[in-house]
């Protein structure tokens, strides 16, 4: 090899040409581009006639299948039903593929046996200017520069053009920023519309639970009483997002502990509420396994043990689910006694402060 | 001068009645001339291989998404206005508040003649974009074609699979269904984790907190305008780019860094581009019409509290999906200061995709740096020729798989009766050590290849051909490779680790630089260290010189011993001697084993051209 790879300081930019002679004992020599081989289709006119007729059939074939995606149509609307609309994509769909892969495979046919496959070689040319032209554009360049007059003085007229420059998006972004989010209140993470009192009401019918409803062993999936029509709102949604709670009641000789601090009972009997929002990146937490009191994230498999505190046992949670403390109002009905003690949800930066 | 050409054209005009294309090509000449353009393009060559149509299935399939989106646009209401929904079918849905969003999806796929198949042709399509875009790359990774003059190009390409991705995201949340709403929220789950501005980033995407009733204006806005907006300028780029620096091409007889080799623009590639336009366009709709996908009104409208087992997210989004799954919690989230750090969701979803397309983003210029090359370069690597590449690739390619074997972690719980923890477990293992043991072994197998493409060189094809000497010596004849063969075995040089001056200089002073110079060439021993020279004529020369075969070639009648398997001979299992680099003489790869001479090694048969 004449050229030398590895010298750091070698900054050319030309294409090397690897060395060709034969004669050559440490590169073999480039053999050249390989002999043409004819096709059958070059040799045998009754192929190339074949070929020719394949072609035109493909074609045709791709107009009927238009004109069946058309009928199918026409002919077969869907009627509304599940069975009716797969009928009319499927037929749909069958005649405008029959009519794209058969002009598709017609022009790969051509191109492929009747065209000419005759190898081609091509020079390149180094991607880099000459150094004449080179040294022009640079000229240009500092021409186009000098004429400017900015060049070296009128330090406080280039200041003022790149300061007008750089300052004038602001005045887009400020009222764009400040809109785009609402009303940037991000303490509204830290609350939920439980309140003293709220009773624990089914979803999604709404309905209030009485604790003599809740058998052991059952799971209730829990949202705060409120009034229908703000149930129609997207406040609902917002505040449904926060304040969903899964209510279990376990045998109280099973329930090891839970989250209720000194001289608290945050649990009614066995009853427990814990927030529906996992801890990790804010999925639902559905799956409940009666056996093992485990409740399980569907989305990453956070494993929260619900007999004792929803501690985390397994998957990428780091914390406990919050647990809403509840009790029963005089008439039965389950309340809560207050909203979470902490955040609910995934973490986020000012969770603590 | 144009002048003259006008009124030659017009004397070649009255000699010749011109045709309609004729005079409508004068016509825009006369005002654009194209005919340079033309000139330019029309014959232009470019190589063959099918291997650089995975990025045509790309292009294509973006223009399947297109026309198939536009379709959509007609009939969806990207609004989260709150209504009832009111139609017989499917019936469940009846009565039930959902947004404007999910309606329209439910109501297009229902009512909408078509609108079922241009909906479900979308999704596949995306689905295909973005692969062929993974394919393509590991295509371009392999060969080298990133290399220069092809690094910006790279970047633009690097720049589009992100775009793409935020595509496939944002169009996968526009249905408002249980399934986009729960990815959305797991989104908002990763943006609240970023340090500092997380809670108002959250905010700045929702316009308020979590759903809220913007999203889905915000998301379709990015989705039908500025996102196929900058992709579409970046797809020009990218083929501009690639038509100024014309296609590289795979090595073979005839093809240097100074030519290119294949077939004319025009009529092949016309014909055969359109034609496989076409086929893609006609397997898409094929998928669409037959293959159902996102039935969105089997989840229902999103609504926070349910939410569905054995969930995935498209294809592509698997592997964030189930870092965030194998990443541990316990002991991950840090208070610093009263502030949350929550390491179990910033390593999975931001840091380990950052490194990601850090890796893939600075990569080019990496080599370049470890190769010490400043040469263009047109002729592709094999990959077998590149090992440590290759086998980064391979590696990240299992990286890959073992994520998004941990996003199925439940499905694969349900359908083999496996314990998920063990599952999780094996995977947490495999995440570190399958990358590794797949560097290894890829590395060793191109390095194998190379071997095997020496020895090839030098010795031949097994003939399977015996040939008995009267002295009653049995010998196996190998052919001889044609020179197209041994070509595409010789043609590219093995890079050696860089050489750097001493860290004193002559006068014993500490040489300034030194320090940078050696991490680099500690990179380049990486690369470069394990290494095999390819074959030369003077080491083809010197295997035939003690060897009797080409004799008794000339003497054997053809036939003897035909289709006997005779024992497999002994070539020689190390390269060249004369590596001069750091590093090159380590044992295995070049040593002074050179020539089959008595290089017989354990398990080898003798072979018997060497006595000569």
Known sequence: MSENQNNPADTSHEVTVTPQAGTDVERFADPGVPEHKHRLTDTDPRAAKRAERTVTFLFVLS??????????????????????????????????????????????????????????????????????????????????????????????????FFGALALFPLAIAVPLIGSVGGDWNVSKFKHTMWRTGTRLAIDPSGRPIKAADVTVGSVFHVVPETTDEFRETHEWINEKSKAVVLMVRLNPEDLKADQSPPGETWSHEGIVAYSKICTHVGCPVALYEQQTHHLLCPCHQSTFDIADSANVVFGPANRRLPQLPITVDDEGYLIAQDDFAEPIGPSFWERLK | MARAAYQRGDDVAMKQRPSA????????????????????????????????????????????????????????????????????????????????????????????????????????????????????????????????????????????LILALAAGFTGYSLPDDVLSGNGLRIIDGVVKAIPLIGSYLSFLIFGSEFPGDQVIPRLFTLHIFVIPGLLIALIALHLF?????????????????????????????????????????????????????????NYGPYDPAPVSAGTQPDWYILFVDGALRLMPGPGFEWVLWGYTLPMNILIPAVIVPGILFTLLGTWPFLEARATGDHREHHVLDRPRNRPVRTAVAVALFVAFLVCALAATNDLIATHFALSIFAITWVLRVLLFVGPLFAFFVTKRVCLALQRKDRELVLHGHESGRIVRFATGEYVEVHTPLDPQEVWLRTQHTSPRPLEIKP?????????????????????????????????????????????????????????????????????????????????SSRPGTSGPRADGEGATGPGEEPRPGSKG
């Open chain 2, 241 to 297: 780019l690639m038509v100024l620096q014309k296609h590289g091409q795979y090595p073979g007889g005839g093809r240097s860094d100074k030519n290119v080799v294949g077939y004319p623009a025009l009529p092949v590639y016309v014909a055969k581009m359109t034609g496989n336009f076409f086929i893609i366009a006609g397997v898409l709709t094929l998928m669409g019409g037959t293959m159902a996908i996102n039935n969105v009104w």
């Open chain 2, 21 to 160: 294309v004729g005079k409508a090509a004068d016509y825009l000449d006369q005002r654009t001339s194209i005919g340079v353009l033309v000139k330019e393009l029309a014959r232009k060559v470019f190589p063959d291989h099918w291997s650089f149509m995975l990025g045509e299935i790309a292009l294509f399939s973006f223009i399947v998404l297109i026309a198939s989106g536009f379709f959509l646009t007609m009939f969806f209401d990207p609004s989260m206005a709150l209504v009832r929904y009111e139609g017989e079918y499917p019936p469940a849905m009846n009565g039930q508040l959902m947004s404007a969003a999910f309606q329209s999806t439910v109501h297009m796929s229902f009512e909408v003649r078509g609108g079922m198949l241009m909906r479900q042709i979308h999704h596949w399509s995306a689905l295909i974009f973005i692969g062929s875009i993974v394919l393509h790359m590991f295509r371009v990774f392999l060969t080298g074609a990133f290399r220069k003059p092809r690094e910006i190009n790279w970047i633009v390409g690097l720049t589009m």
């Open chain 2, 503 to 583: 860290a004193m200089d002559a006068r014993g002073v500490k040489r300034k630089g030194y320090r940078s110079d050696r991490r680099w060439q500690r990179l380049s021993e990486f690369f470069y260290e394990d290494r095999v020279e390819p074959a030369t004529p003077a080491e083809l020369a010197a295997a035939h010189s003690h060897g009797e075969h080409d004799a008794i070639e000339a003497r054997t009648p053809a036939g003897v011993g035909q289709g006997t398997s005779g024992p497999r001979t002994a070539g020689p299992r190390s390269t060249r001697p004369g590596g001069t680099g750091p590093g």
């Open chain 1, 63 to 160: 107009i009927l299948g238009t004109i069946g995606s058309i009928v199918a149509y026409v002919m077969v609307p869907p009627d509304g039903t599940t069975s009716g609309v797969r009928l009319s994509t499927l037929l749909i769909g069958l005649g405008l593929a029959v009519s794209l892969l058969g002009i598709g495979i017609a022009g790969i046919h051509w191109a492929k046996a009747l065209m000419g496959d005759k190898e081609m070689v091509q020079e390149r040319h180094p991607l880099a200017t000459n150094d004449a032209d080179r040294a022009i554009a640079v000229k240009d360049l500092n021409d186009g520069l000098q004429d400017s007059g900015v060049v070296g003085r009128r330090g406080v007229l280039k200041g003022a």
